[in-house]
């Protein structure tokens, strides 16, 4: 397999998909994560470079299994874009 492995978080909208379509355009497979399946889907676009995993990145477990099928589908990670947010507890 050639290409760069990209995982990107919060690409449903904004600029998490704006990075994963310049990245797809960039020759990069990309994981596609966030928590709205269905903008992640139309983020994808039915790239086929394009996996869609929803995560909610303040979940550990779901973190993990973001990473561990990035791996069993391409073999390895090279560029993580963190672009989700998570908020704190309100004082």
Do not use: K, Y
């Not at 983020?43 to 550990?60: F, K, N, Q, Y």
């Not at 561990?68 to 990670?77: D, I, L, M, P």
Request: no cysteine; glycine share 10%; hydrophobic share 50%.
């Amino acid at each position: 397999m050639s290409g760069r492995i990209a995982v990107v978080t919060g690409a449903g909208s904004g600029i998490g998909r704006a990075v994963t379509r310049a990245l797809l355009e960039a020759d990069f497979r990309v994981v596609l994560a966030g928590r709205r399946e269905d903008a992640l889907r139309e983020t994808a676009d039915g790239h086929p470079h394009a996996l869609v995993v929803p995560t909610d990145v303040t979940v550990e477990a779901e973190v993990e299994a973001l990473f561990a099928r990035a791996v069993a589908e391409w073999g390895r990670v090279d560029l993580l874009f963190n672009n989700a947010g998570a908020f704190g507890p309100s004082a």
